[in-house]
Nanobody, 127 residues
């Protein structure tokens, strides 16, 4: 069984930085499309960034140039470095992964294709 555990969320001032981590355990060799999502109160879950099994990373337009996703290291920890944080980045951030390797790009995976989710870590940015 796979477990994903996020950490690193905090309350910061606008313009600040945070680094989120997602520790994976279990059958980590069978994880694809490692993705960070976020969900603000009253809003739909949004795909923030992903990295595929080839190391290709993509970002939501709203975070391009500010966020950077790093592949899982030897300890199976995926990271999301966030800079120049804005109040609109306030949300619960989730790490997710799929057990399916499809021909479609990770960005086209629907939420239902993500088999594993972490419990989330809260990021609050105050102006």
């Amino acid at each position: 069984q796979v477990q994903l555990v996020e950490s690193g969320g905090d309350s910061v001032q606008s313009g600040g930085s945070l680094r989120l981590s997602c520790a994976a355990s279990g059958a980590t060799s069978s994880l694809y499309c490692m993705t960070w999502f976020r969900q603000a109160p009253g809003k739909e879950r949004e795909r923030v960034a992903y990295i595929d099994h080839n190391g290709k990373a993509e970002y939501a337009e709203s975070v391009k140039g500010r966020f950077a996703i790093s592949p899982a290291n030897a300890e199976h920890v995926l990271s999301l470095q966030m800079h120049s944080l804005k109040s609109e980045d306030t949300a619960m951030y989730y790490c997710a992964a799929s057990a399916l390797l499809l021909s479609a790009e990770c960005g086209h995976y629907s939420l239902s294709l993500f088999d594993y989710w972490g419990q989330g870590t809260q990021v609050t940015v105050s102006s």
